[in-house]
Nanobody
């Protein structure tokens, strides 16, 4: 079992930045991939970014490529999503997820463990 807690969301103006954190606890001695997903108001949850256990493999959704950066610090059992040049369309609840393994996974169904989400609102 892995427990995840996101933090760092909030209200920001367009063009601003936020850094989301995802703290993992529980069975963290095993290798696990980490992903970030988001769910805009009234829409389905969608993939944002994913990172492998080693950090060598990173995947990004086209909509955020070049603006967001995913990273992790395994010593702290924490993952991060640095979000720059935020746009109103980035407004959503952001969720981190983990799954045991060494690769990076891009799909919701590939993840077993999910955080409770953190809200990001970007004003125009």
């Amino acid at each position: 079992q892995v427990q995840l807690v996101e933090s760092g969301g909030g209200l920001v103006q367009a063009g601003g930045s936020l850094r989301l954190s995802c703290a993992a606890s529980g069975r963290t001695r095993s290798s696990y991939a980490m992903g970030w997903f988001r769910q805009p108001p009234g829409k389905e949850r969608e993939f944002v970014a994913a990172i492998s256990w080693s950090g060598d493999i990173k995947h990004y959704a086209d909509s955020i490529k070049g603006r967001f950066t995913i990273s992790r610090d395994n010593a702290k059992n924490t993952g991060y999503l640095q979000m720059n040049s935020l746009k109103p369309e980035d407004t959503a609840d952001y969720y981190c997820a983990t799954e045991f393994g060494t690769q990076a996974f891009d799909h919701l169904y590939q993840y077993t463990y999910w955080g409770q989400g953190t809200q990001v609102t970007v004003s125009s």
